[in-house]
């Protein structure tokens, strides 16, 4: 018997799916999808998402859609054969980027060929344009890997069934933050097979540069875009101030984002030097209630005495489970800030997170099964695993909690903060 094809049917993947669909559930505290009618049911599909927190990118888009998907991934990942086996049992396969030197991209044949093959038995395939992930309300330049696969698929079976490329939106509430918000946007399909008909020319690279205009202009109308240059943090900043205002859907935000960006832009073209002090204030804004440890959010609402007691109050009473979620989930919690203290790269520190949520949920679950059933009656047995389930996000939300308490209080004496933030809405407001 051959070895199994990536996109076949397996049954510990099908066991398994499930059970990290439940995770990446709990990871955060909301998530939202949109745009699920765009993903076109008559062809080969190619979902192609912005890449701006590592490997909980490719977890969003698992969970956004049941569908069974194929991914792709940096070939550096695979070197070792063990890791190999792993990725090929998730559905991951290696791209080979350019940096990678011409040899190895040579490899890209083989993996080529799978690609193609997957699409062909109506299996979807992932792979994120830009190659790299950045933490950024931004798009890096896309690479030619996705534009390939599809022009590949399309002069495979292009004749009898078109193949698209659909351009997906990942958004975050906070990149690092474990337990934040979600929302992935699918856009409208760019028709790979009718695309290349009204090209009418044979080159590969002058099918890919204007495929590649298009796919980048559809993926940026699908996020909260901003220009990454030397503006950038103090654009991004801007926004949040003058966001504070509205409270709606993971949606409405994004686009209330997006509508406050587009405000900043163009009072950029009327007013350049005035909006390049603005912006320069707002990035030492930031910067400052960082440094002070004050939360971008404690700017939301007057920060009163009434309202840091209530907030204190609420802390007290909540405490007893914050004590039992930190006991009942604690070799979790310990691995996980240990993880999380080692790992140099910011954006990875949610998917360790994850990972050993997940890892619980394997192996720390069970024992925890066991030793309840054996220590307990059977009905005080399943009472306490059901008090333990969300024990794990809960220990982060009630840190984000204090958090924010804290970040209050100390807004409370920083008044000439809360004067400066008035101060570049102001400013804002007049230019």
Not at 122 to 132: A, H, R, S, T
Not at 382 to 390: A, K
Not at 421 to 426: G, L, M, Q, R
Request: contains cysteine; positive net charge; proline residues 4%.
């Amino acid at each position: 018997m051959g070895r199994k094809k990536i996109y076949e049917k397996d049954l510990g993947y099908d066991i398994l799916r499930p059970i990290v669909d439940w995770n990446i559930f709990q990871s955060y505290r909301r998530i939202a999808v949109r745009g699920k009618e765009n993903i076109p049911s008559d062809g080969a599909v190619i979902l192609a998402p912005n890449h701006c927190n590592t490997l909980m990118d490719a977890l969003m888009i698992l969970r956004a859609d049941k569908h069974e998907t194929v991914f792709g991934a940096r070939a550096d990942m695979f070197k070792i054969k063990l890791i190999a086996k792993i990725m090929f049992f998730l559905r991951i396969l290696p791209m080979v980027r350019q940096r990678d030197g011409l040899r190895n991209v040579l490899k890209n044949k083989d993996t080529e060929e799978i690609i193609v093959e997957t699409l062909e038995h109506g299996v979807p395939f992932c792979i994120f344009p830009e190659g790299k992930h950045r933490a950024a309300h931004s798009l890096q330049m896309l690479g030619k890997g996705v534009f390939r696969a599809a022009l590949n698929a399309n002069s495979r079976f292009g004749d009898k069934k078109p193949v698209y490329i659909v351009p997906v939106g990942i958004e975050y509430g906070d990149y690092f933050r474990y337990h934040s918000t979600s929302l992935v946007t699918y856009g409208k399909a760019i028709n790979v097979t009718e695309f290349v008909k009204s090209l009418e020319v044979e080159n590969e690279a002058q099918m890919i540069e204007p495929m590649r205009k298009e796919l980048t202009k559809r993926m940026s109308e699908l996020i909260t875009y901003i220009d990454y240059n030397e503006d950038y943090d103090g654009k991004w900043a801007l926004t949040r101030l003058l966001a504070l205002r509205y409270r709606s859907t993971l949606e409405d935000q994004m686009k209330n984002n997006r509508r406050i960006i587009a405000e900043i832009e163009q009072k950029c073209e009327k007013d350049p030097e005035a909006m390049k002090e603005l912006l320069g204030k707002a990035e030492k804004f930031d910067k400052v209630r960082t440094r002070k440890g004050i939360s971008i959010y404690s700017f939301a609402a007057k920060s009163s005495l009434t309202r840091v007691l209530l907030k204190g109050l609420a802390a007290v009473a909540m405490l007893p489970a914050y004590i039992f979620s930190a006991m009942a989930s604690l070799p979790l919690i310990v691995i996980s800030t240990i993880l999380r203290k080692i790992i140099k790269d910011k954006a990875f520190k949610n998917t360790a997170t994850f990972g050993v949520r997940l890892a619980g949920c394997l192996i720390y679950g069970p024992i925890c099964i066991a030793l309840a059933f054996c220590l307990l009656p059977w009905y005080h047995a399943i009472f306490l695993l059901l008090l333990m389930i969300p024990t794990y996000p809960f220990f982060y939300d009630y840190n984000e909690f204090i958090r924010r308490f804290v970040s209050d209080i100390r807004l409370w004496f920083n008044g000439d903060l809360k004067k400066f933030k008035n101060e570049i809405i102001v400013t804002y407001k007049k230019l």
